[in-house]
């Protein structure tokens, strides 16, 4: 069965400091990873997709296929990273499922 | 003005009867989905559909059925059956490549409180 994992409820780290927020999954085909956000009062988005392979507000992710890993980082924590990370899944059938969820709260 | 909308934003309901949930798209999007989000439980898929016509049942879709009758409405219907109805229901679209769904977009919500 597909699943993903996201071990961490809540992540506190001051301004400045490194940030990851671990995500592993499983799924026996390829899979089509995805981190999304949620800032406090607004929609969930995207903040970036493993096939694109991009930096987005600082932010990175590297699909790790050996250990079934899709960890997001970033090296200098801000204030407005506050918010809630959700790692999700797609494959080909058009499911897309999603973790539990981090909150990451950035403190001064 | 583009987008997904869901409504209404609050919904009461009393135990034992039916309630459904709207959800609109004017993104011209294939994939459609309806998730359940809980404290602690993340978001939790109900049902999804690829195509006008068809849906699939996601993992937590009992006691709640779904249509597609047009490819901008994918309505979500809570029926009594479903033990634990109150929560965030949450809709969203995709666009479709090569059968891969890509960005999904999300509406603001709906919270539903049984009474």
């Known amino acids: 069965a597909q699943r993903v994992t996201q071990p961490e409820k809540l992540l506190s780290v001051f301004k400045g400091a490194p940030v990851e927020l671990k995500c592993n999954y499983s799924y026996s085909g390829s899979p089509e990873l995805f981190w999304y956000v949620q800032y406090s009062r607004q929609r969930l988005q995207l903040l970036l997709r493993h096939i694109s392979r991009e930096s987005i507000k600082g932010f990175t992710a590297d699909l790790n296929k050996g250990e079934t890993s899709f960890h997001l980082k970033k090296p200098f924590a801000q204030e407005e990273d506050s918010a809630m990370y959700y790692c999700a899944l797609g494959h080909n059938t058009g499911k897309l499922i999603f973790g539990q969820g981090t909150t990451l709260q950035v403190k001064p | 003005d583009g987008g997904i909308t869901q409504s209404p934003k609050y919904l009461f309901r009393k135990e034992g009867q039916n309630v459904t949930l709207s959800c609109e798209q004017n993104l011209n999007h294939d994939a459609m989905y309806w998730y359940r989000q809980d404290p602690g439980q993340g978001l939790r898929l109900i049902y999804y559909?690829?195509?006008?016509?068809?849906?699939q049942k996601g993992d937590i879709a009992e006691g709640y059925s779904v249509s597609r009758e047009k490819k901008e409405s994918f309505p979500l219907t809570v029926t009594s059956a479903q033990k634990n109805p109150t929560a965030f229901y949450l809709c969203a679209s995709s666009p479709v490549r090569g059968g891969w769904n890509t960005e999904a977009f999300f509406g603001q919500g709906t919270r539903l409180t049984v009474v």
């Open positions: 559909s690829q195509i006008v016509n068809d849906f």
